[in-house]
C-alpha cells in the first residue's frame, strides 16, 4: 500500500515550457485535490475532483489543468509555465463521505522550479 | 471565505516542556479540522482529525480540542522531544472536504 505518490519529485522548466505533475492513490479514494505551497502563503487549493472524470476549480486554478481520467490518478498540466508557479505541489485524497471521515493523505510533493 | 491562522509563527521549547499550538478560523460551518506536522522538505503528515461534533482528539503524546462556535482549535503537546521539532498546520474542511489551511507554527524543541 503505496498511499499517495507523486512523479516526479524536482523538475527545472524555462520559462513558457509545459510539463504534467502525475498524482496516484491505491486508496481507492473518491476525491482528489492538488495544492500549492508557498512560503508565507500557507497550502492553497488549486484544482480538485470528486470522482472520475470530474474536475473543479480551487482557490488559485488560473495558469493550470487538471484531469481525472482514471479514479486512482489525477493528473496537473501547466501549458506554459510561468516564474510565478515556483512552488511545491502537493497532491492528496480522501474519501468521499460528506461530513464524516474525510481525512485527507498527502503525497511527498513535487517541487518545481520556473526559470 | 475562510480564513484560518495560526499563532505563534514560530515556537523554541527545551525538551520536556509541555507546549500548546494555536489554530482559529473564521467560519464555524467545518466538516472537521485536522492537524498536519511538515517535516523540511517533505510532505504532509496527519496527526489528529477532530470531526466538527467532537470536542477533542488524542493520540499518544497530543491532544487536539476543538470549539466550533469560537472558531478555535489547540493542540496540546506533552512532554516535548526533539523529535518533535517540525512544522504543524491546522486547516480546516468545508464543502467537498476541501482544506483551508492556516500558514504554521514551526516548532523547534531543544536539549
Known amino acids: 500500500n503505496a498511499g499517495v505518490t507523486q512523479t516526479p519529485k524536482f523538475r527545472v522548466l524555462k520559462t513558457g515550457q509545459s510539463m504534467t505533475l502525475l498524482c496516484a492513490q491505491d486508496m481507492n479514494h473518491e476525491y482528489m485535490y492538488w495544492y500549492r505551497q508557498d512560503p508565507g502563503m500557507g497550502l492553497r487549493l488549486i484544482h480538485y475532483s470528486v470522482g472520475e472524470g470530474t474536475t473543479a476549480k480551487g482557490e488559485v486554478p488560473d495558469g493550470y489543468n487538471v484531469s481525472r481520467l482514471k479514479k486512482q490518478n489525477f493528473l496537473l498540466g501547466l501549458e506554459s509555465a510561468a516564474p510565478s508557479q515556483t512552488s511545491v505541489y502537493f497532491c492528496?485524497?480522501?474519501?468521499?463521505?460528506?461530513?464524516?471521515?474525510?481525512?485527507?493523505?498527502f503525497g511527498p510533493g513535487t517541487r518545481l522550479t520556473v526559470l | 471565505k475562510q480564513e484560518v491562522t495560526q499563532i505563534p509563527a514560530a515556537l523554541s521549547v527545551p525538551e520536556g516542556e509541555n507546549l500548546v499550538l494555536n489554530c482559529s478560523f473564521t467560519d464555524s460551518a467545518i466538516y472537521n479540522l485536522q492537524w498536519f506536522r511538515q517535516d523540511p522538505g517533505k510532505g504532509l503528515t496527519s496527526l489528529l482529525l477532530?470531526?466538527?461534533?467532537?470536542r477533542e482528539q488524542t493520540s499518544g503524546r497530543l491532544n487536539a480540542s476543538l470549539d466550533k462556535s469560537s472558531g478555535r482549535s489547540t493542540l496540546y503537546i506533552a512532554a516535548s522531544q526533539p523529535g518533535d521539532s517540525a512544522t504543524y498546520l491546522c486547516a480546516v474542511s468545508g464543502t467537498a472536504s476541501k482544506l483551508t489551511f492556516g500558514t504554521g507554527t514551526r516548532l523547534q524543541v531543544t536539549l
Open positions: 477532530i470531526q466538527s461534533s467532537q
Open positions: 492528496a485524497s480522501s474519501y468521499s463521505k460528506a461530513g464524516s471521515y474525510n481525512e485527507q493523505f
